[in-house]
């Protein structure tokens, strides 16, 4: 039977509890000073205790240390009269499991009484071992998309090719280039990342290239570009289309010739460093659009991988979850090690409007609130709740364009890929559907054979 011991040296809520927490099927074990507690918490080893901070022997902060110093210690909440910062933050520094105020709410107490046992009761087959290190740096994933970019990478590790990877925000493209860097025969070099979008314009060129000292105002030293630093190894140049077009033909001359000379210099630089690039933009569009030179698209994407949004691989959603858990408990000490029964089911129904990013960011963040074994399915819906209309807002694309690839993908699904139906579906010509497919990159999110039709 589950046990909970109440300490407490108010005699009326001692009584109160024991009535209250009896009727809800807990066995309750009542001690009205700090000495009585200690005594009947070793007798008893409850799974949960209520203790009030200030107890007429003793102070309730020192008793919470020493319960939770045992093996497999029980979930302590805290109950106190005398509301100020710092006592609260010492108990939760402490490990207590939760912080109550007098006067006690009985809709509160059942709430946190019951969170408490669901946090370690029962323990279930899927909990993840605590002393089973999890990877680092690995993608994690089994559906076929992810399958076709890992025979991908295995390739490229083979060669110093160029490579473009496109995707969603979040998605994890910048971890799909370092996995070919860390993975190739020059893993040894180093790989250096220069964000375009983060750099003003008229400093990306010093950036990439580098500068001789006099080049400007302000270049009081010679100081070696992106390219020169990352040698024989690998330059990822995330968010590419924001080169802006008067650098991208010299960064083009540099791709053809692999030279260059620094801003202000005369000598002229030779690289052998391999260069992956990255965008979460449409490059083709903005290729029509006069946005991006043609030729260069064509030379960054000799080898191309487009890395699926999470909303179509949501088989990998489980493993992903599980993964990031286990990175929670490596990184942030956290206590969780499983996820309450449909916490997955709702996982597995979310649009994930941020990718891979957002379910890490809700997995790591409940785990963190979590103060437990588990993590608790209303822990997990108040994170998705938090961040749904921030991520929305931040997030969404609106335009017509993404509207149109949205609902031609959503005709071929319907038709299984059968090009001829989903043409008539859409009122447009079989070949204006080819050259959409081909326009937007859109490819089947279930295996099954498709018609060529």
């Not at 011991?5 to 108010?10: A, G, P, S």
């Not at 801003?263 to 992956?276: A, D, L, M, N, P």
């Not at 191309?304 to 999470?310: A, E, K």
């Not at 559907?433 to 039709?453: N, V």
């Amino acid at each position: 039977m589950r046990t909970i011991l109440v300490v407490d040296d108010e005699t009326p809520i001692l009584e109160s509890l024991e009535m209250f927490l009896g009727e809800k099927g807990y066995r309750v074990i009542t001690a009205a000073t700090g000495a009585e507690g200690e005594m009947k918490f070793r007798q008893h080893h409850p799974d949960v205790v209520m203790l009030d901070i200030r107890l007429p022997d003793k102070n309730g902060l020192e008793i919470l240390t020493e319960m939770l110093g045992i093996a497999n210690p029980p979930k302590v909440i805290m109950m106190t009269a005398f509301q100020d910062m710092e006592t609260t933050i010492e108990a939760m520094k402490s490990g207590a499991y939760e912080y109550l105020n007098k006067p006690l709410d009985a809709g509160e107490i059942e709430r946190t009484v019951d969170r408490a046992f669901r946090m370690n009761w029962p323990a279930g087959s899927h909990e993840i071992p605590a002393d089973v290190p999890s990877p680092k740096g690995v993608i994690i994933g089994k559906s076929p998309q992810m399958c076709d970019i890992f025979k991908t990478i295995g390739i490229l590790c083979r060669n110093q090719a160029t490579v473009l990877i496109q995707g969603e925000t979040g998605t994890g493209k910048e971890l799909v280039a370092r996995t070919i860097h860390h993975n190739s025969s020059f893993s040894i070099e180093p790989m250096i990342t220069l964000d375009c979008s983060a750099i003003v314009e008229t400093l990306l060129e010093s950036e990439l290239f580098g500068h001789s000292k006099g080049a400007f105002t302000g270049a009081v030293e010679t100081k070696p570009g992106k390219i020169e630093l990352a040698g024989r190894g690998t330059l990822f140049l995330d968010e590419v289309t924001e080169l802006p077009i008067s650098l991208q033909s010299k960064f083009l001359g540099f791709l053809e010739r692999k030279e260059y000379m620094r801003v202000g210099g005369q000598r002229i630089h030779k690289s052998r460093c391999r260069i992956i690039s990255a965008t979460n933009q449409d490059m083709a569009d903005l290729v029509r659009q006069g946005r991006f030179r043609e030729d260069l698209y064509y030379r960054l994407k000799v080898v191309s991988i487009f890395v699926p949004p999470l909303r179509d691989r949501i088989c990998d959603i489980p493993d992903l979850a599980r993964y990031f858990l286990q990175k929670a408990a490596r990184e942030h000490c956290t206590e969780a090690r499983q996820f309450e029964d449909g916490v997955m089911d709702v996982l597995c129904a979310q649009p994930w409007i941020g990718n891979v990013r957002q379910l890490q960011n809700v997995i790591m963040a409940a785990a963190l609130r979590s103060r437990g074994k588990r993590v608790l399915l209303e822990d997990i819906e108040r994170e998705l709740a938090a961040g749904c209309s921030r991520t929305l807002a931040n997030s969404v694309d609106f335009s017509l364009v993404s509207s149109e690839q949205a609902h031609i993908l959503k005709a071929l699904e319907h038709t299984r890929w059968h090009r001829s139906r989903a043409a008539d579906l859409l009122g447009i010509s079989l070949p204006t559907l080819r050259s959409k497919i081909h326009k937007y990159g859109l490819q089947p999110s279930k295996p099954f054979h498709m018609p060529m039709a």
